[in-house]
C-alpha cells in the first residue's frame, strides 16, 4: 500500500494538486490563472477568487492521472505560508476540509522550504537526490534568498533581498520596456538576440550576504529616460540589447553573493530554485559556477521552477515520515522565515 501524499499549493496565482506514492511523483496538475495579465501584476482577490473555481477541479485530476482515489490517502499535505493570505485560505481550508472528510492527517507546508525541497521530487525510486548540506539559490518573484539546507527540515537563510526580488527587477523592467506580465520569460526570450554588455545598470553595495535591486530598477528606468530624450524609438531599436544587459546584471548581482556565499560554507552541491531558476542565463551560469569549483550543480526542471504542488506533496512526505503533523486550528501565514 506505501505511503500516498496529496500536495495543495495555492500561494498565490498557480492553484495545484499533486500526489505522490512513497515519494514518487504520479500526479502534478497546475492551474495558472491569465486573469492577472491585463493587470499588470497579480490581483490578490482576484488570486483567491480564481483560485476557488479552480481547487475542486484540480485536486480531481490530480487524483484521476495517480490512478489514486481519495481514500487511499495517508495525509494532506498543504502550503500554510508565506504568500498571499486570502489564496493560502482556500488552499488551507479545501485541505483541512479533505482531511476532516477523510480523517487523515493534515501537514503544513512552508512554501520556500518547497522550492528548496523541489530537487526531491522523484520520477522514480532510482532518481537522484541532493545529499546535505548544499547551498541553494532561491530566486523567485517574491523572494531571492541564499539558503543553506542542512536537513528536509532545517534550513538557514543566509542572505535575503532586502527590497525587491529578482523576479520583481526582471518584471518591473520588463514592463518599462512594454513587455506583458510576468516580463522575466520576455526578458530571457529577447537576451539571447542581445548584446549583454552594451548597457550598464547599477549594481548594489551592501554588505554580507543580502540582496538589493532596487537600484537597478532605478537605474534601468534613468537609462530609458535619459536615452529617449535623444531618441524617441530609443526602446524600440534596443529592445534585445536592454534585456540582455538586464538580465546578465541580475544574474552578476545574484552570483556575485553566491560566490560569498560558497567562501564561507565550501559546500559540494549547489542548487537553484524559484521561478527565476527558469532563466536559460541563470541556469548556464549556475552550471558554470559549479564546474569551475567541480561541484555538483543542481537545475530544477523548468515545470518545477514555479509554484507547484508537486514540491508541496515531497516536503510533507517528508514531515509524514518524521510524524510532524499539524493542528486543523493552524491558520496560514503570508510571511516567515524559512
Ligand atoms: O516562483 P514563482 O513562480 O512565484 C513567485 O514567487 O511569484 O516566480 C515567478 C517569477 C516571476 O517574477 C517571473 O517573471 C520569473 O519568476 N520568471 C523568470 C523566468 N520564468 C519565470 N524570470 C526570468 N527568466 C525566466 N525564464
Known sequence: MGVFILGIESSCDDTSAAVIHDGVLL??????????????????????????????????????EAGVKKEQLSAIAFTRGPGLLGSLLVGTSFAKGMAIGLGIPLIDVNH??????????????DSEIPSFPFLCLLVSGGNSQIVLAKGYNDMEILGKTIDDAAGEAFDKCAKLIGLPYPGGPHIDRLAREGDPDKFKFHKPHIGGLDYSFSGLKTSFLYTLRDRLKEDPQFIEKNMADLAAS?????????????????????????????????????????????????????????????????????????????????????????????
Not at 112 to 125: D, P, R, T, W, Y
Request: with cysteine.
Open 246 to 338: 538586464l538580465q546578465k546584471t541580475i544574474i552578476d548581482i545574484l552570483i556575485d553573493k553566491l560566490k560569498e556565499a560558497y567562501k564561507s560554507y565550501p559546500v559540494k552541491e549547489i542548487a537553484i530554485g524559484g521561478g527565476v531558476s527558469a532563466n536559460s542565463g541563470m541556469r548556464a551560469a549556475i552550471e558554470e559556477f559549479c564546474r569551475k569549483r567541480n561541484i555538483k550543480a543542481w537545475i530544477p526542471e523548468r515545470k518545477f521552477t514555479t509554484d507547484n504542488a508537486a514540491m508541496v506533496a515531497t516536503a510533507g512526505y517528508f514531515k509524514f515520515l518524521q510524524g510532524d503533523f499539524c493542528g486543523l486550528s493552524e491558520p496560514p501565514y503570508s510571511r516567515v522565515k524559512i
Open 112 to 125: 520556500l522550504h518547497a522550492h528548496v525541497l523541489s530537487h526531491f521530487i522523484k520520477n522514480s525510486q
Open 27 to 64: 500526479s502534478n496538475v497546475i492551474a495558472s490563472q491569465k486573469v492577472h495579465e491585463n493587470y499588470g501584476g497579480v490581483v490578490p482577490e482576484l488570486a483567491s477568487r480564481a483560485h476557488q473555481e479552480n481547487i475542486v477541479p484540480v485536486v480531481s485530476e490530480a487524483l484521476k
